[in-house]
């Protein structure tokens, strides 16, 4: 009974975690990153020297910020979320790198990895039905 209950609902605990990642990345961690400006855009941006890319630290440091903000914003919409999740597991891993170049703790450099989880499993996952994507691409595939 509750076995069938959950595999019923199962689209609802994907939009629990889209939910649940998104508040955060929109409210906290994307808005801090891009209300900071170039200044913290080339601290971001640094991270691509573990990549041996030593040039466009503003930019790339943007693009991670706007990655957090707005692909924030389209996970908790459940719009373009593949997509969305794609960019924010790459900054995800990024900021794993970075942690483990830092030598810091490893509890410190595992958030960053478990968040690379979470944006795997919806680059895999998607959005589930209870999101813009299912509205609007369900709509799409039944006129073609």
């Known amino acids: 009974m509750i076995k069938n209950f959950l595999l019923k609902y199962a689209d609802a605990g994907i939009l629990f975690i889209r939910i649940g990642i998104g508040i955060p990345f929109v409210f ?9 400006g170039p200044e913290m855009w080339q601290m971001i941006g640094a991270a691509m020297s573990n990549l041996k890319i030593n040039f466009g630290h503003v930019f790339f440091g943007f693009l ?13 919409l459940g719009l373009f979320t593949r997509t969305a999740a794609g960019f924010l597991a790459f900054t995800m891993l990024m900021a794993f790198i970075t942690h483990l170049s830092m030598l810091d703790p490893w509890h410190v450099a595992m958030h960053p990895m478990e968040l690379f989880g979470v944006f795997m499993g919806l680059v895999f996952a998607g959005a589930g039905k209870y999101s813009l994507d299912n509205l609007i691409f369900k709509r799409n595939k039944t006129k073609g």
């Not at 906290?28 to 900071?36: F, S």
């Not at 903000?69 to 908790?76: E, T």
């Open 64 to 76: 991670a910020s706007a990655s957090e903000f707005f692909g924030g914003i389209l996970i908790l």
């Open 28 to 36: 906290v961690y994307g808005i801090m990153k891009i209300e900071g």
